[in-house]
T-cell receptor, first 110, second 110 residues
Framework: NAGVTQTPKFRILKIGQSMTLQCAQD?????MYWYRQDPGMGLKLIYY???????DKGEVPNGYNVSRSTTEDFPLRLELAAPSQTSVYFC?????????FGPGTRLTVT | KQEVTQIPAALSVPEGENLVLNCSFT??????LQWFRQDPGKGLTSLLL?????REQTSGRLNASLDKSSGRSTLYIAASQPGDSATYLC?????????FGAGTRLTVKP
């Protein structure tokens, strides 16, 4: 049972580069989320989606974009990477109550 | 704006002690509250979820309570073990998103 999967696990980017963090879930959940976690802090919501084709901003959306073309996939795009985006990124999904999290992507921008 | 605070930030106890972790939130209009465990370098594992109509939930040695009117939740861990060492995060769901506290880092010494 895969649950929520994220790729890559680690990535180093140079300032100004772009990349896409992948997230997929096999539980047929409508709700999906992207969070970032900075050292010693809780998670902050970047974007979320309540179903295919529907996305909305969270607390810290600047510098990121998302799309949701299928129920299973919810990729997060960084267009012009900045050092402030160095963080651990978590994807999560839910069918309305309990949230299930992926293992995270550790991103460093130098 | 919903703010979630966890006290203490860090806690060290000898094995076998019973302990309480605290979580407070500023807006009582929540759908549910969830407690997570996070091991170093890992994702989040859901421990207990309390829906807004419930007062407490129990799982094994863990008991979580919720008092919406005072904006507080506690996580009680009985007979602590070294394997309980981790960071414990609480999160509240005001709508479709989830707001996290910064966590309590627990160390249980053998």
């Amino acid at each position: 049972n895969a649950g929520v999967t994220q790729t890559p696990k680690f990535r180093i980017l140079k300032i100004g580069q772009s990349m896409t963090l992948q997230c997929a879930q096999d539980m047929n959940h409508n709700y999906m989320y992207w969070y970032r976690q900075d050292p010693g802090m809780g998670l902050k919501l970047i974007y979320y989606s309540v179903g295919a084709g529907i996305t909305d901003k969270g607390e810290v959306p600047n510098g990121y974009n998302v799309s949701r073309s299928t129920t299973e996939d919810f990729p997060l795009r960084l267009e012009l990477a900045a050092p402030s985006q160095t963080s651990v990124y978590f994807c999560a999904s839910t069918q309305g109550v309990e949230q299930y999290f992926g293992p995270g992507t550790r991103l460093t921008v130098t | 704006k919903q703010e979630v605070t966890q006290i203490p930030a860090a806690l060290s106890v000898p094995e076998g002690e019973n302990l309480v972790l605290n979580c407070s939130f500023t807006d009582s209009a929540i759908y549910n509250l969830q407690w997570f465990r996070q091991d170093p370098g890992k994702g989040l594992t859901s421990l207990l979820l309390i829906q807004s109509s419930q007062r407490e939930q129990t799982s094994g040695r863990l008991n979580a309570s919720l008092d919406k009117s005072s904006g507080r939740s506690t996580l009680y861990i009985a007979a602590s073990q070294p394997g309980d060492s981790a960071t414990y995060l609480c999160a509240v769901s005001p709508r479709n998103d989830m707001r996290f506290g910064a966590g309590t880092r627990l160390t249980v010494k053998p």
